[in-house]
């Protein structure tokens, strides 16, 4: 249809010119060929001297026929090409948020011209608003940026830090604080402002207050409780946390939380949101609005000050780098978990898996076999994850973990058993259940693109509620409480030398010696380890890409590995890949099985010796954009009641 409709559009703009030749030249118009033109013989003498007469004409509609093919082949081609791409796909840009408002959004700021940082920001600013349980102002975010210009792909990490003046002895309180850690001193600096204004200023390219216009609207308009917010606040789970805190006054009418559809005031935030677009981001930090909220929270028995606030700055860095098969794996550094996902997919793509792989039942339980066993090694890495920037003792992580080494001595120890003992693993059982967080993924028309994750960490964060400013704060200085001590170690032990060819002495690389010291005490400054991994997969050759993030606390690096694993190795399309059951691996070794997971697949990982438990509060959500080609695809997770935005 859009080739006819150009090829029509075309000849009708001839039509001057072919007016001008006598009544022999025939146009017409037949759809779907569109132009047809018949010339007849020349070879009367009246015709003779007609075409003699007549040559700038001629001249002028050879021209405009060549005019014409010049421009209509390119656009079938074109058609043919994205009628190729499926009916999910899109041809420009797309963005991937967890609710359709948000997603909408951020599409717009792209089709004003904005670049996909503008419109990052835009679902952010707007998520924000739409999941206040899982990201705000009042938490952090991590952004990882591809520049097709440049081709250079940079992490900006403006995760919260430890205040200078935290709580004393506050990790002695991790195990009474567990599950869900409410109460200010686990409050950190907040840095998702400062974030989003250091990518602007790197990267934006509308105004900043264009950004935020969308999300005001929204909150001065008729706006209303949204669905999935309300689920989480008639949990059972949290319910009864939420209406001793501050939050009652936000989130309930007297003693009940609102439902879905309810009217929703916010007029609180709508106001901080329309300073912060007049002032900028330094109106939260060194202005009356970082004031404001200092005040409403010291009620509450925050030590946060305006010296932590004006100090708090983002972090610019490169993306680690990983080659896995034709693409390479773009992801952020410690103490985010890039490493980490990159270490699963580096052990797995030894193994070769594919699609005809897994067309059996046999294959399917050996991949996950595999996979299981892969998280368990993994996770005994994770207490790795310290900031580099703070403790200089561990530079190197990241070389560790990306190496070939590592991951060949890993899959040395992989075997047909899945009931090893923890220490197998070096996994220690100790860190601390985690849920919550929000990502958006957006590829642009030049073929830029951004993952963004960002959290006030566990759901409603600190529960601590500023009402003056509409701000929920985090709690991030609980992910402290899985830090392991930087006393343990992943080497050889005394007297047994590195074996680079595997083998008996080459387990020694994967046990883990703790001593049995009292837990590295914070550092003021210091960002607590993540599991978000906002990555970014180019494959330069075939024009290629795989924008991807999660959200889900410590599901986040299985729940993204997987759909990795299935879109780039089992060729499933982007919105199967994502939407396909997962499982996870916890700390104790134990796996959790997403509830509509094959029943086929668990007796097999059973039957294999691998231990299971339930998990009451599984939530994955993961966010992608592709690019194959000509073809844009975007997928949205429906666990979430995510819907892609694209054109």
């Not at 420009?92 to 670049?115: F, H, N, T």
């Not at 109460?183 to 998702?192: F, K, L, N, S, T």
């Not at 797995?348 to 294959?363: Q, Y």
């Not at 099985?593 to 059973?606: A, D, M």
Request: hydrophobic share 40%; net charge neutral; aromatic share 6%.
């Amino acid at each position: 249809m859009f080739s006819c409709l150009a090829c029509q559009s075309i000849c009708l703009s001839l039509v001057f010119i072919c007016s001008s030749v006598p009544s022999p030249v025939n146009l017409s118009i037949h759809p779907p060929t569109c132009v047809s033109i018949h010339l007849p013989s020349l070879s009367t003498p009246g015709l003779r001297a007609m075409a003699q007469g007549r040559r700038v004409t001629a001249s002028m509609v050879l021209l405009g026929l060549g005019l014409a093919l010049a421009i209509i082949v390119p656009a079938v081609v074109l058609s043919r090409r994205h009628t190729s791409c499926g009916p999910q796909a899109f041809s420009r840009a797309a963005v991937a948020a967890d609710s359709k408002v948000c997603s909408d959004i951020g599409r717009a700021i792209l089709q004003q011209q904005g670049s996909p940082v503008d419109a990052t920001i835009a679902a952010l600013v707007c998520t924000g608003v739409v999941n206040p349980q899982s990201m705000g102002l009042g938490g952090g975010v991590i952004f990882t940026i591809y520049n097709a210009t440049t081709g250079k792909v940079e992490v900006i990490n403006a995760r919260e830090t430890v205040p200078a003046n935290y709580v004393p002895g506050l990790l002695d309180q991790c195990e009474q604080a567990q599950p869900l850690g409410t109460g200010a001193q686990w409050i950190g600096v907040p840095g998702e402002l400062r974030g989003y204004a250091e990518a602007h200023r790197r990267h934006g390219r509308l105004p900043w207050a264009q950004l935020f216009r969308p999300t005001i609207s929204l909150l001065r308009g008729d706006y209303r409780m949204p669905f999935i917010l309300s689920q989480f606040l008639q949990s059972d789970f949290l319910r009864p946390s939420l209406y001793k805190t501050s939050l009652r006054q936000l989130f309930f009418n007297g003693t009940e939380p609102l439902r879905a559809q309810d009217p929703f005031p916010w007029p609180a935030l709508a106001a901080t949101l329309e300073t912060v677009a007049t002032e900028g981001a330094e109106a939260f930090y060194t202005g009356t609005l970082g004031k404001t909220l200092l005040e409403d929270i010291a009620n509450q028995g925050s030590r946060l000050t305006l010296q932590d606030l004006a100090s708090f700055q983002p972090e610019v860095v490169d993306a680690l780098e990983m080659p896995l098969g034709d693409y390479t794996l773009y992801s952020p550094p410690p103490p985010a978990a890039g490493a980490i996902l990159s270490l699963v997919l580096n052990v797995l793509k030894g193994f070769n898996f594919s699609s005809e792989s897994v067309a059996r039942s046999e294959g399917r339980v050996n991949l996950y076999h595999h996979l299981v066993e892969t998280l368990k090694f993994a996770g005994g890495q994770r207490w790795r994850l310290w900031d580099p920037h703070s403790h200089l003792d561990i530079q190197n992580v990241s070389q560790d973990l990306l190496g070939e080494t590592l991951a060949q001595q890993i899959r040395q120890q992989i075997d047909a058993r899945g009931d090893h003992q923890l220490s197998h693993y070096s996994l220690a059982g100790t860190w601390s259940r985690q849920m919550g967080t929000s990502h958006v993924s957006v590829l642009g028309e030049d073929g830029s693109a951004v993952a963004a994750t960002s959290t006030i960490n566990m759901p409603f964060g600190a529960m601590l509620y500023s009402p003056r400013t509409g701000i929920l704060l985090n709690n991030e200085l609980l992910d402290l409480c899985w830090r392991r001590p930087l006393g343990s170690q992943v080497t050889p032990q005394p007297g047994e030398p590195e074996d680079p060819t595997g083998g008996k002495r080459a387990r020694c690389w994967l046990q883990m010696r703790v001593q049995v010291t009292p837990t590295w005490p914070p550092v003021p400054g210091e960002r607590p380890p993540s599991s978000m991994v906002p990555s970014i997969l180019v494959n330069t050759a075939r024009g290629s890409k795989l924008v991807i993030g999660g959200a889900g606390g410590e599901l986040i690096i299985s729940a993204v590995a997987q759909a990795i694993i299935n879109k780039l190795w089992l060729d499933f399309d982007l919105r199967t890949a994502i939407a396909a059951p997962i499982l996870h691996v916890n700390s104790k070794g134990h796996v959790e099985y997403e509830p509509t997971f094959s029943q086929e697949v668990q007796k097999g990982l059973q039957a294999r010796g691998h231990n299971h438990t339930r998990n009451p509060f599984f939530l994955n959500v993961v966010q992608a954009v592709s690019q194959d080609g000509a073809c844009v695809y975007a997928a949205a997770d429906p666990r979430k009641g995510g819907e892609a935005s694209g054109y």
